[in-house]
C-alpha cells in the first residue's frame, strides 16, 4: 500500500482536507501497550492516513492525547489532530459541576488538550456531547475566540441530535461565530438512525459527517460468527451479552453481499459507509499494524449505486429517538 493510493476528501463545506480512511485513537493508552502506539501511528502515516481522532477523556483522561503527542513527534505537521472535549474528566480539568461548554471550563480543556498533545493547535475541536446548562453562543463565542488566537483551527460537534446541529448552525451565522463544520457520531451499516434527522440537518447546513463505530465494535470486521465463542484477545471477548444480542440476521445477510462481490465485510463496513451521503472520513480504530493496512484498502473499495441500494434493502435504519 502506498500513500498514492489513500484518498482524500474537504471536510463538510470547510477547507481542511481529511483522508478517507481516520485512525480512532480512543484504544491508546486502554486496550493497546503503550509502546505500540508509536509502531502504530507511523503505519497510518505511511499508508496515507492523516485524520487522527481523539479526545481528552480518552485513554484514562488523557493518556490518548499524551500518546498520539509523543508518537507524532517531528511528524506532527503532516496530520490533522482531532480531540475533543466536555465529557467527565474526573476532576482532571478541575471542578466543572458537569457544566463543560462554557467559556471558563473551556479554556482550561483546551490548554490541557495542547499540553497533552505537544503542540501548538488543534486542527479540529469537536464538543463531544451537547451540555444542556450553557446556552450555544456562550460555547461557539469562546470556541471563536480559540480560532481567532490560532490555538484552533475548526469546529466540530459530537453526538448532537439533528436539531442540535440545526441550531448551532444558525447562532453560529446569525452571530458572527464559527460555525461547526463536522459532527462525529456513531454510524454503521447496523445502525442507521441518524440517517433520518442528523444526516440531513448535516446535508443543509453543508457539514461533514465522521462516523465513529462504523464497524460496530468489531461485528463488521468478520471475526464473530453465530453461535461460536469470541476469538481470544478480540473486543467482545470479556463482553458475551453484546455479542450474543448481535443482529446476526443483518451481519450474515452483508457477509453474503460481500462474498458475492469478491470482497470483504470489511469493505462493505468501510468502503460501503464513506459511500453515503455527508461522510467525509470513517473513523476506524486499530491495535496493530496489520490492522492500519486492512482499514485503509478496505477504504478503497467503491460500491456502484446498485451496491447501494442493495445494501439499504439490507440494512434497515430505526427511527431516530425522541
Not at 481523539?54 to 503532516?78: F, I, P, W
Not at 488543534?122 to 470556541?143: F, K, N, S
Not at 462504523?214 to 467482545?236: C, H, M, W
Not at 451496491?307 to 427511527?319: G, I, K, S, Y
Amino acid at each position: 500500500m502506498t500513500i498514492s493510493e489513500m484518498t482524500y476528501r474537504q471536510l463538510g463545506g470547510s477547507g481542511l482536507t481529511v483522508s478517507t480512511v481516520g485512525l480512532g485513537c480512543n484504544n491508546f493508552g486502554g486496550r493497546m501497550a503503550d509502546d505500540q502506539v508509536p509502531e502504530v501511528v507511523a503505519a497510518a502515516i505511511d499508508h496515507g492516513i492523516t485524520l487522527f481522532d481523539t479526545a481528552d477523556v480518552y485513554g484514562n483522561q488523557g493518556g490518548s492525547e499524551t500518546l498520539l503527542g509523543q508518537a507524532l513527534g517531528a511528524r506532527r505537521d503532516q496530520v490533522i489532530i482531532a480531540t475533543k472535549f466536555g465529557m467527565d474528566m474526573g476532576g482532571a480539568n478541575g471542578p466543572d459541576w458537569g457544566v463543560r461548554g462554557s467559556r471558563r471550563y473551556i479554556r482550561i480543556a483546551v490548554e490541557n488538550s495542547l499540553r497533552r498533545l505537544n503542540t501548538d493547535w488543534i486542527d479540529l475541536y469537536q464538543m463531544h456531547r451537547p451540555d444542556p446548562h450553557t446556552p450555544i453562543e456562550e460555547t461557539l463565542a469562546v470556541l471563536s475566540d480559540l480560532v481567532a488566537e490560532g490555538k484552533v483551527r475548526y469546529l466540530g460537534s459530537s453526538n448532537f441530535a439533528g436539531w442540535q446541529v440545526i441550531d448551532a448552525d444558525w447562532t453560529a451565522r446569525s452571530g458572527g461565530y464559527e460555525p461547526f463544520v463536522s459532527a462525529q457520531n456513531n454510524y454503521s451499516w447496523l445502525k442507521r438512525d441518524i440517517e433520518t434527522e442528523l444526516v440531513p440537518a448535516l446535508d443543509h447546513t453543508g457539514q461533514g459527517l465522521l462516523p465513529f463505530f462504523p464497524l460496530a465494535a468489531g461485528l463488521l470486521t468478520g471475526k464473530y460468527r453465530r453461535g461460536e465463542a469470541a476469538p481470544d484477545g478480540s473486543r467482545l471477548a470479556k463482553q458475551p451479552d453484546r455479542l450474543q444480542g448481535a443482529d446476526f440476521d443483518t451481519i450474515e445477510a452483508l457477509q453474503a453481499f460481500a462474498d458475492q462481490r469478491g470482497i470483504t465485510l470489511l469493505d462493505v463496513a468501510i468502503g460501503g459507509l464513506a459511500a453515503m451521503p455527508t461522510v467525509a472520513s470513517v473513523i476506524a480504530g486499530a491495535t496493530k499494524v496489520d490492522q492500519i493496512a486492512a482499514n485503509v484498502a478496505a477504504g478503497l473499495w467503491q460500491p456502484t449505486d446498485e451496491d447501494l441500494a442493495e445494501l439499504d434493502t439490507l440494512t434497515t435504519p430505526t427511527p431516530q429517538s425522541r
